[in-house]
C-alpha cells in the first residue's frame, strides 16, 4: 500500500501540543472526565463499576450499537460498526469497497482520508472543488459532469470541514439522486451532526437509500475525542461484513472503557449536545464583530454549521503561512493555513469549538493590529 503523507496530521503532530492556543482546532471543547461519568444513568454506571480491561466485541458493544442506531430512522444495531474513529471506519470502508478500475467524487477542500486512502486503493478519485465565491455551496452540474460509468461512491462531507457549508434541502436531495441514478454510493461523513439548526438538519446518509452511509463520531458535536469511538451506519449488511473483515487487520475491537463512556455519553446526549451547541454559538457571534472589524483584510464567508470556518487573508503580498507561522512565534496561536488541505488561495481553518476562543481571538487581534494595519 502506497499512501501520501497526511499533511494536517504532521502539521499537528508539530504543533498541537507544543502551542497556548489552536484557534484552527476542528472539535468541541472536550468532555471532562469526571463530568462524563456523572451522566452515567444505573445500567451504564453499573457497567463501568464492573467492567474488566479484556477484548470487546469486534463489531461493538450490544447496547452501544443499540444506542447509535437510535440516532438514524430506520436503522437497528445490525446497521452498525463501531470502529476506533472515524479514521479507521473511513479507512475499512475505503479498503472495502474501492480498487482499481473504480472511480470515487469527494468534495474538497477537506479531510484528506477522504480521498487518499480511497486513491490508495488504486481508484481513480475527482475532488469536487468548493468555492469561495458560491459560499462553499456543493455544485450539482459540475458534480454530475464529474460521473463516470465506474463511480462507485459519491464522498461528501456536511457539515463541511473546514468551510462550515452545510447544503440545504433541494441540493442534498439532488444528491442523493445523482447518486441514485449514476449507480454510486452516497458516503456522508457527518461528524458534526447535531451541531446545525434543528430546522436546517438534513436525512442521514443511511437514511436515504439502502446502500447510503453515514459516518459517525464522538470526537466532534459529541466532544469526546480521547475515547476514539467512531462508526459506520447503513442498512447494506453486506458492506459492513466487508468492513468488519478489514477491521479484523486493523484494531479487531475497540477499548472496553472508552465503549462504556461512549455510551454513557449517547444516552445523555441532549445534555452533551446543548453543551456543544452553547459553547459553539456563543463562541460564533464573537467572531462577527471580528470579522466586521477586518472586513477589508480577511474574507470570512460565515459557516452555517459546525465548529470551523475557512477565512482568506486578503492583504496583496502577505502569505497566510508566513503569517500563520509568525502569529505562532509571537503569540503562541495556531492557525492552519489551506495549503495543509492542498488548497491554494490564502485561506485557514480557523475552529471556534474550544472555550480558549476569547483569548485567542484577541491575542490574533493584537498581532494583526501590529502587521496588517
Given at each position: 500500500?502506497?499512501?501520501?503523507?497526511?499533511?494536517?496530521?504532521?502539521?499537528?503532530?508539530?504543533?498541537?501540543?507544543?502551542?497556548?492556543?489552536?484557534?484552527?482546532?476542528?472539535?468541541?471543547?472536550?468532555?471532562?472526565?469526571?463530568?462524563?461519568?456523572?451522566?452515567?444513568?444505573?445500567?451504564?454506571?453499573?457497567?463501568?463499576?464492573?467492567?474488566?480491561?479484556?477484548?470487546?466485541?469486534?463489531?461493538?458493544?450490544?447496547?452501544l450499537r443499540r444506542e447509535i442506531a437510535s440516532l438514524y430512522q430506520g436503522l437497528d444495531p445490525d446497521h452498525v460498526l463501531v470502529f476506533a474513529g472515524a479514521e479507521e471506519a473511513i479507512f475499512c470502508l475505503a479498503n472495502a469497497t474501492l480498487g482499481p478500475g473504480d472511480h470515487a467524487v469527494v468534495t474538497w477542500p477537506g479531510y484528506q482520508s477522504l480521498y487518499e486512502v480511497a486513491r490508495s486503493t488504486g481508484a481513480d478519485v475527482a475532488l469536487h472543488e468548493?468555492?469561495?465565491?458560491?459560499?462553499?455551496?456543493?455544485?450539482?452540474?459540475?458534480?454530475?459532469?464529474?460521473?463516470?460509468?465506474?463511480?462507485?461512491?459519491?464522498?461528501?462531507?456536511?457539515?463541511?470541514?473546514?468551510?462550515?457549508?452545510?447544503?440545504?434541502?433541494?441540493?442534498?436531495?439532488?444528491?442523493?439522486?445523482?447518486?441514485?441514478?449514476?449507480?454510486?454510493?452516497?458516503?456522508?461523513?457527518?461528524?458534526?451532526?447535531?451541531?446545525?439548526?434543528?430546522?436546517?438538519?438534513?436525512?442521514?446518509?443511511?437514511?436515504?437509500?439502502?446502500?447510503?452511509?453515514?459516518?459517525?463520531?464522538?470526537?466532534?458535536?459529541?466532544?469526546?475525542?480521547g475515547l476514539r469511538i467512531g462508526w459506520l451506519a447503513t442498512r447494506d449488511r453486506d458492506l459492513l461484513e466487508r468492513c468488519a473483515a478489514v477491521k479484523d487487520y486493523t484494531t479487531i475491537c475497540s477499548s472496553a472503557p472508552s465503549e462504556i463512556l461512549a455510551l454513557m455519553g449517547l444516552r445523555a446526549r441532549e445534555a452533551v449536545l446543548a453543551r456543544s451547541r452553547r459553547i459553539v454559538n456563543e463562541n460564533a457571534a464573537r467572531l462577527e464583530p471580528f470579522f466586521d472589524e477586518w472586513a477589508d483584510r480577511f474574507s470570512w464567508v460565515r459557516p452555517s454549521a459546525g465548529p470551523v470556518g475557512f477565512p482568506r487573508l486578503t492583504v496583496p503580498g502577505v502569505s497566510i503561512d508566513s503569517w500563520a507561522a509568525e502569529l505562532v512565534e509571537a503569540e503562541g496561536v495556531l492557525l492552519l493555513p489551506g495549503s495543509?488541505?492542498?488548497?491554494?488561495?490564502?485561506?485557514?481553518?480557523?475552529?471556534?469549538?474550544?472555550?480558549?476562543?476569547p483569548e485567542a481571538l484577541g491575542r490574533l487581534e493584537r498581532f494583526a493590529e501590529r502587521t496588517l494595519r
Open positions: 500500500m502506497r499512501i501520501a503523507d497526511f499533511a494536517l496530521e504532521r502539521y499537528f503532530a508539530r504543533w498541537e501540543f507544543a502551542v497556548e492556543h489552536v484557534l484552527c482546532a476542528s472539535d468541541v471543547e472536550g468532555y471532562p472526565m469526571s463530568e462524563v461519568i456523572t451522566l452515567a444513568d444505573d445500567e451504564t454506571r453499573d457497567l463501568w463499576d464492573r467492567l474488566t480491561l479484556g477484548y470487546t466485541e469486534s463489531t461493538g458493544h450490544p447496547l468548493l468555492r469561495e465565491d458560491q459560499g462553499w455551496a456543493i455544485d450539482l452540474d459540475r458534480l454530475r459532469e464529474q460521473l463516470t460509468p465506474a463511480t462507485r461512491m459519491i464522498i461528501v462531507n456536511a457539515p463541511h470541514n473546514p468551510t462550515g457549508m452545510l447544503p440545504d434541502r433541494p441540493t442534498f436531495d439532488g444528491l442523493v439522486a445523482l447518486a441514485s441514478d449514476s449507480g454510486a454510493r452516497l458516503v456522508v461523513d457527518e461528524v458534526y451532526r447535531f451541531l446545525e439548526d434543528d430546522a436546517d438538519r438534513l436525512p442521514a446518509g443511511a437514511e436515504v437509500s439502502p446502500d447510503g452511509v453515514s459516518i459517525g463520531v464522538m470526537s466532534k458535536s459529541f466532544a469526546m475525542a495543509q488541505f492542498g488548497f491554494g488561495g490564502n485561506h485557514f481553518r480557523l475552529g471556534f469549538g474550544r472555550t480558549d476562543l
